[in-house]
């Protein structure tokens, strides 16, 4: 019988994972991000191995907008905020998401290798929830990949902790 003390990362994650090359321009990714409906994917190399994770709010980050790579208008995606709670990164994550006439000076410029977090949280496949929920409240993120020898095995997300709370409670 499984009880959350013995519910593993293994346990928990999807295994059909949304990937982007290194090599995927910005405008793939974001293809990619829309078809299947993510906001992040990990990014590998020509070998399949986890070089990084692009998200969406990788894309909105304020220097991506002020070097140029985005035009972005921060009194617009603040105007559009649905809540006094909701921040502008939030704002313009969502703005950038719906826009649909990216120029063509930023799409295809840059791959995702350029614009990519190198940075990865990740835990092995044996974790434990409470490790994953410690982990993901201590990163302040809302999935964790996955990964064992460099190979990204699934991802968790904060959706997929409370479904199995919801069928374990």
């Known amino acids: 019988m499984t009880t959350l003390t013995t519910l593993s990362a293994a346990d928990l994650m999807q295994k ?10 910005i ?8 078809g299947n409906r993510i906001s992040g994917a990990p990014v590998v190399d020509r070998a399949g191995r986890l070089v990084g994770f692009l ?5 909105a980050r304020i220097e991506h907008v002020r070097d ?6 921060r009194d617009f995606a603040m105007a ?5 709670d909701e921040s502008w990164s939030e704002n313009l994550e969502r703005d950038i998401l719906g826009k649909e006439d990216y120029s063509s ?3 295809g410029r840059q791959s995702v290798a350029d614009w990519m977090n ?13 490790d994953v929920c410690a982990l993901m409240t201590k990163e302040s993120i809302h999935r964790v990949l996955v990964v064992e020898d460099q190979t990204v095995k699934g991802i968790v997300s904060t959706f997929d902790v409370v479904r199995v709370l919801a069928r374990e409670l």
């Open 16 to 25: 059909n994972v949304a990937y982007l090359n290194v090599d995927d321009s």
């Open 27 to 34: 405008e793939e990714a974001i293809s990619t991000f829309e």
């Open 55 to 59: 998200s969406s709010s990788d894309i």
């Open 68 to 73: 140029g790579r985005l035009d972005a208008d």
């Open 80 to 84: 559009n905020a649905e809540s006094e």
């Open 105 to 107: 000076e930023v799409l």
């Open 118 to 130: 190198p940075d990865v949280i990740s835990v092995e496949p044996d974790a434990s929830l409470k």
